[in-house]
Structures are given as structure tokens and as C-alpha cells.
């Protein structure tokens, strides 16, 4: 295990779920986090937690990965201090609807797109090749199950996220011959605000998705990363896949009761 203390460890969306436990359990590594969402106030509470908790040194700035020149000006205006990212987590994302595809709405498509395959893009253009010119880095994108199956409703969502498998396995191609390690960690069911996300606040709807089964936490998915981030520089864990024990498939779930 190689240790990630004083490694910069960059998480977008750690605002909520998988990447706010992600920067939790980085933290207690040892490692300095930079933290980015568009809730500010959420990152800077985080912050606060951490610091007083593992005593951690932690950076935040707002930033919506959808807007290209805002992840570049945003990037490049990191304090020197926090501008050598060991590794990035593209973890910001999210699902709009459960619509048929021909009755579902531009404007939750235009997001997911933008949000979990464009933003992906610009973060990661912004950030890999200072990782190159250092000499160190590794990229762990959030992908999914739903990039390996696909399931009613889930078109374009499913659409994303094997883009970001796509992308995940071109960039290990792009990145041979320098030491860069590419991962891609690809959960089932993860109990955050990702159901209230993809139902538009509507809770009790968002409440069932996970009745009678137990969910992956997010710190299930948190310590996968922290995993795959500490191996030796020789290793690279290319993918991935976990699922609660009751979920065999995208659409196959045992639900008691
Ligand atoms: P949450 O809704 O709890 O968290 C999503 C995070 O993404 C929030 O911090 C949110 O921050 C951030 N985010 C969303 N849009 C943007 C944006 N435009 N710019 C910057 N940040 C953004 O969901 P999860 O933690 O579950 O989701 C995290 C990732 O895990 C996603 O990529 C998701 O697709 C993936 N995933 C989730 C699974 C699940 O079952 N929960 C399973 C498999 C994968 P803010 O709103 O403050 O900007
Ligand atoms: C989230 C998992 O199955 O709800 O990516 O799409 S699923």
C-alpha cells in the first residue's frame, strides 16, 4: 500500500454522496483534499469537519463542471500551493427522470450530458497534463453499472455513463508510456441524493428506490477509491464493479417484503 499522505486528492461534486465521503475518507489518509461542487456552503462545512476532525488540510472553490471556461479559469487560479493534483476523482454527475426515451425531457438530457460527459472532458483537460508534466497522477472517474447494462428508462443516463467507461478506457490508451494510472469504479445502488436528483426533489418516490433491500453506503464506494488511489505506482486497477449483495444486475433486485 502506498500512503496517500500529503498526495492532493481533487473531488468534484464532493458536496453530497459518494464524493463528500470520498473527501471524508481522504482526509483520514492523510491526504489534502481540493473540494469542488456548486453548493459552496456545503464544501465549506465539509472543510470545517475535516479540519477539526482529522485535523486535515483542505481547499474548496464553487465550480459547475458544465461551464468549460469556468473549470479552466478555475483551475489554473488554484493557490500554488494546491496546484499539483496527485489525483483526480471525477465524481461529480447525476441522473435526470426515469422517462421512456421518447417521451423524456431535452432539458434532463442536455444536463446529464453536459454534466456527466462534458464536464468529465473539461476537468479532466484542465488537470491531466499538469499530472504528465510532474511526472504523477491518477484519474478515477465514477461510472457505473448502468455504463455496462443498460435498464428501462435509464437511455440516456446509461448513455453517460458508458461514455465515461468509454472515455475511462481511451484514456488509459492516450496515457501509455507515462506513469498515469486510469480507473473507473462503477457502483449499483448507492443510497445518496442521486434518486431525489434524478426524481426532481420528489422524496417519497426517491425513498422507494431502496425499500427492502440494504444499498451500498457511500463509504462503501469512498473506500474502494482510497483503495485503488493507494496502491503501488505499478499497479493500476483498471475498473471496478460493486453492487449491494442483493442486486445481481441493473435490473434484477431482491427486495424482502
Ligand atoms: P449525489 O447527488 O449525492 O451527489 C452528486 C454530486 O455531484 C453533488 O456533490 C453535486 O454537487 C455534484 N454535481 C452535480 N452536478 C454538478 C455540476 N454541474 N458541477 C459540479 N458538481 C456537480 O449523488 P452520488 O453521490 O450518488 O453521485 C456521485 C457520482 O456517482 C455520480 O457521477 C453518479 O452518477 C455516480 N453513481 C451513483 C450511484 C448511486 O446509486 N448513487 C451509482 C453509480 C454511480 P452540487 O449539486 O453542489 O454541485
Ligand atoms: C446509478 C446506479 O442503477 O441507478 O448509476 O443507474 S443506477
Known sequence: MESLRDRIVFITGA????GRACARACAREGARVLMAARRLERLAE???ELKAEYRADVHHFALDVRRQPEVESALAAL????QAIDILVNN?????GLDKLHEGLL????????????????????VIPGMIARGRG???????????EVYPGGNVYCATKAAVNA???ALRLDLVGTPLRVTTVDPGMVETEFSLVRFHGDARRASKVYQGLQPLTPDDIAEVIVFCASRPGHVNIG?????PQAQASATLVHRKN
Open 239 to 243: 475498473e471496478v464493479i460493486l453492487t
Open 79 to 82: 493557490p500554488p500551493g494546491w
Open 138 to 148: 491518477h484519474v478515477i472517474n465514477l461510472g457505473s453499472i448502468a455504463g455496462h
Open 46 to 48: 465539509l472543510g470545517a
Open 107 to 126: 432539458g434532463d438530457w442536455e444536463e446529464m450530458i453536459d454534466t456527466n460527459v462534458k464536464g468529465l472532458l473539461y476537468v479532466s483537460k484542465a
Open 15 to 18: 458536496s453530497s454522496g459518494i
Open 167 to 169: 472515455l475511462t478506457r
Open 92 to 96: 461529480a454527475g447525476l441522473s435526470r
